[in-house]
């Protein structure tokens, strides 16, 4: 498969992709993969589109996922209280979400039931009325849904720290909107939004679980057929690309001043993009760090000083950036403590890397963690959906774990020299109003 993002094969051909996986490029450029996996007795149905809250403007910021909220509202052939009878009669499971690059649909059932699941989720994608009723019920519920995520102060240092690294990049703004953007929201937008995104070359559907693949395909083309999802021939949009680079704030520090019980601090920086080489040294550095019970962190400021109940690092990766940071959550008291270990920890493996026994250790928690999180028909199927639509190809886990294993203590160690010795943002949740956090 090409790795430039771009399909090489002709429309309608059909492909072995690896081993049991199947591709296939209909005429109008959605792409069909499958997985057989003929032990399960489930199977799991994904419908993804290339459409994420970075592709709004600010006027329209949180279209993307008040669209997938109306989605499941009705279509010219069911109601909303259709489509979910139909699913759960059968004792299957359906929902979404939306992200800041890409939006799933997607469905669970029985094998025996995968055509029903394919013909309710392509009708729902392919089909939706939105109807002006059905817009400002779900008004209220994303606004109800906004103002549950404020009352979460360890969710909102998250987007707090996004804001303080991307600024007003739509990286650094919240996927579901704010109360300024979605309530003046019309349906004449949103319906614009889902007729100009939502089109068959930025459209993957894949399936995992006791399938055939050819099935597959031939349902997904029949309940497709006569929606405005049956277009003219068209070729697979590429994915998307990593350059130009996202421009970043200078390391700065926000403060958003409410009354918890509990502080919540992120210490970060711009991190890397999803397809630079270095990404599998930095899943062994993010282990060594924070990445578990036995990280470097986690021991320090938990084990040992019993500071924090909560301690971890994390790296959040895009076409073209990437975050990656420190999030604790501690007594107020404690922040300035917990900062400074934080800190020392950071800059001490920035300038003396980790160790032979940390390497091992990490690269074994990034194997295992990709080979466990393989167990289900949901991850199956996500897996097959991102290779296509975030890499353009779909990397055989044998060859992640090679990766994976060809990762060097001085891959790491170079990695960790010039990333952890970035300038540093801070974001903090929690009962502060003069507070001066030290740098």
């Known amino acids: 498969m090409s790795r430039t993002g771009r399909s090489s094969f002709p429309a309608g051909r059909r492909e072995v992709v690896d081993g049991s996986v199947r591709r296939t490029v209909l005429p109008s450029g959605l792409r069909v993969l499958t997985e057989a996996i003929p032990a399960m007795r489930s199977v799991s149905f994904g419908i993804w589109v290339a459409v994420g809250s970075r592709d709004e403007t600010g006027r329209q910021a949180g279209a993307a996922h008040f669209l997938e909220h109306l989605l499941f509202k009705g279509t010219h052939k069911r109601s909303a209280l259709d489509i979910s009878a139909e699913i759960e009669a059968v004792g299957g499971e359906t929902n979404a979400f939306t992200t800041k690059e890409y939006t799933c649909y997607y469905a669970r059932v029985l094998d025996e039931d995968l055509p029903l699941a394919i013909d309710v989720m392509c009708d729902l994608v392919a089909d939706s009325v939105l109807a002006a009723a059905d817009v400002e019920t779900e008004r209220g519920v994303i606004l109800e849904e906004i103002a549950m995520h404020d009352d979460e102060p360890g969710d909102e240092v998250h987007d707090l720290f996004a804001r303080a690294v991307y600024g007003n990049h739509p990286l650094g703004r919240l996927i579901s909107g704010t109360e300024e953007t979605v309530t003046p929201m019309t ?51 590429a994915h998307r690309a990593a350059t130009p680079a996202v421009r970043t704030k200078p390391a700065t520090t926000m403060v958003e001043s409410k009354e918890t019980e509990q502080a919540h601090v992120i210490l970060g920086c711009p991190g890397i993009a999803r397809t630079d080489d270095r990404r599998f040294a930095l899943g062994v550095l993010n282990n060594v760090l924070g990445g578990g019970m036995s990280s ?3 021991q320090e400021i938990r084990e040992q000083r019993g500071l924090v109940y909560s301690v971890y690092s994390y790296a959040s990766q895009y076409a073209d950036s990437g975050l990656f940071a420190v999030y604790a959550g501690c007594a107020p008291g404690k ?45 199956r199927m996500s897996r097959l959906a991102k290779g296509e639509l975030l890499y353009g190809d779909l990397t055989p886990v044998d060859d992640l774990l090679t990766r994976v294993d060809a990762v060097t203590l001085d891959d790491v160690n170079t990695l960790a020299a010039d990333l952890l010795a970035r300038p540093m943002s801070l974001a903090v949740v929690g009962p502060f109003d003069r507070h001066r956090f030290s740098a």
Do not use: C, W
């Open 296 to 298: 470097r962190l986690f």
């Open 187 to 237: 349906r004449r937008q949103i319906q614009g939004f889902y007729r100009r995104r939502y089109t068959p070359p930025h459209i993957v559907v894949a399936a995992a679980g006791n399938l055939d693949h050819a099935t597959v395909v031939r349902l997904v083309r029949q309940a497709l057929r006569d929606t405005p999802l049956d277009t003219a021939p068209a070729a697979p949009a």
């Open 335 to 379: 922040v300035d403590e917990v900062l400074a270990l934080t800190r020392a920890e950071l800059a001490r493996v920035a300038a003396q890397g980790i160790s032979e026994a940390e390497l091992a250790r990490g690269k074994g928690m990034s194997k295992g963690s990709f080979v466990l999180g393989l167990e289900d028909t949901g991850s």
